[in-house]
């Protein structure tokens, strides 16, 4: 039987006293496509920083493919530039805001990890760069620069420079949070997208629909624990806990109705 891609056992991670993290431990097969949801606050956004290492937890292990690396509370530095840089490299991440370089244009944002780290000749760089801003509806735009992008544009140059490292698994920390409604449903279209390739992708979302329809597993955190974990028709459509039952209560609503306005805009673009 063949091993998760990931798997998380007893995460930790405090910031001060301030414990934000409490014994997450959670395993994630190749191909899967799991939805974080849960109030602001619960540990989302930080369980995800804590995969790539951009924070280090206090204790627990994390494996993500062949690569592990263990936190013992000792541990306060980081791992060697080598290490840390090999385990990043299997992992892409997409953040709210989309951190593009404002003096590249999209082709030479997404060809910078790949040439910079991973030493890819530039002329191979860039025929994958486009091929993959033609992945993401994006390729009449190579030459335009941030600032000439719309907000749904850049997180798609973002998505793309993403997948140029290469990666084993894609991150998504809120990636539409920033966006304007109507520039939400071009994003999740090139997420949906991905999840049809077979990409193990791990999404924080409050979109709602959007994890019901996209998700293998729905992870609902709060309070810094996984409170239930399961597929999207038992955790979102038939919550065991009362406090999945009472986040669902407050936004699932507001979250159906984005998801399906999201959803006329893919349908409009397609």
Known sequence: MARPLIEIANLKKAFGQNVVL????????????????????????TLLRCINLLSIPNAGRITVGEQTIEFDGARTALPSERSLARFRASTGMVFQHFNLFPHMTALRNV???????????????????????????????????????????????????????????????EATSALDPELVGEV????????REGMTMILVTHEI???????????????GIVAECGPPGIV????????????????????????????????AVA
């Open 209 to 223: 629909g959007f994890a019901r329809e996209v998700a293998d597993q729905v992870i609902f955190m709060r309070d």
């Open 188 to 195: 999740l279209n090139v997420i949906k997208g991905l999840a």
């Open 236 to 267: 979102i459509d038939n919550p065991r806990q009362e406090s999945t039952r009472a986040f669902l209560g407050r936004f699932k609503a507001s979250s159906e109705a984005a998801s399906s306005s999201s959803s006329n805009v893919v349908a």
């Open 111 to 173: 060809m910078e990890g790949p040439v910079t780290v991973l030493k890819t000749p530039k002329a191979q760089a860039e025929a994958e760069a486009r091929a993959l801003l033609a992945k993401v509806g994006l390729l009449e735009r190579a030459d335009y620069y941030p600032d000439k992008l719309s907000g749904g544009q850049k997180q798609r140059v973002a998505i793309a420079r993403a997948l140029a490292m290469k990666p084993t698994v894609m991150l998504f920390d």
């Open 22 to 45: 409490k014994d997450i431990s959670l395993q994630i097969e190749r191909g899967q496509v799991v939805a974080m949801i849960g109030p602001s606050g619960s540990g989302k956004s």
